[in-house]
């Protein structure tokens, strides 16, 4: 497998400076700062960034999860929503709440639920975030 990869750039410091953030594949790019980071400043940050690299890995998981066990998957919508908060120790991650909706041909709710929580545990980027707390809401459309 290869590795993936992507590129930083901050210029200046920390309040004043900026900064650009692009994939290997030059997919995903944007601005960033620390209005951008902190505030409700334009551009990107890095963990909007984490929040759709969570959110595409879920999805996938969850798919097929549904399919190895028979269900045909019309479609399945993750959004995450990652939590920066800044504690006694500084800032950081302090939880991600997924909101995962799926199009599942042959499954009840209360199975889609079952099976959108051992995803939450069980994706490759959950399994790399495990130390942040998540939540996981989980609904049939």
Known sequence: MPARTATAIWNGNLQQGNGTLKTGSGAVQGAYS??????????????????????????????????????????????????????????????????????VEGIDDAKFKEAAEATKTGCIVSRALSAVPMTIDAALV
């Open 34 to 103: 620390f209005p951008s980071r902190f505030e409700d400043g334009q551009g990107t940050n890095p963990e909007e960034l984490l929040g759709a690299a969570h959110a595409g890995c879920f999805s996938m998981a969850l798919a097929a999860s549904l399919s190895r066990q028979g269900f045909t998957v019309n479609n399945i919508s993750t959004t995450a929503h990652v939590h920066l908060e800044k504690g006694e120790a500084g800032f950081s991650i302090s939880r991600i709440d997924l909101v995962t909706r799926g199009s």
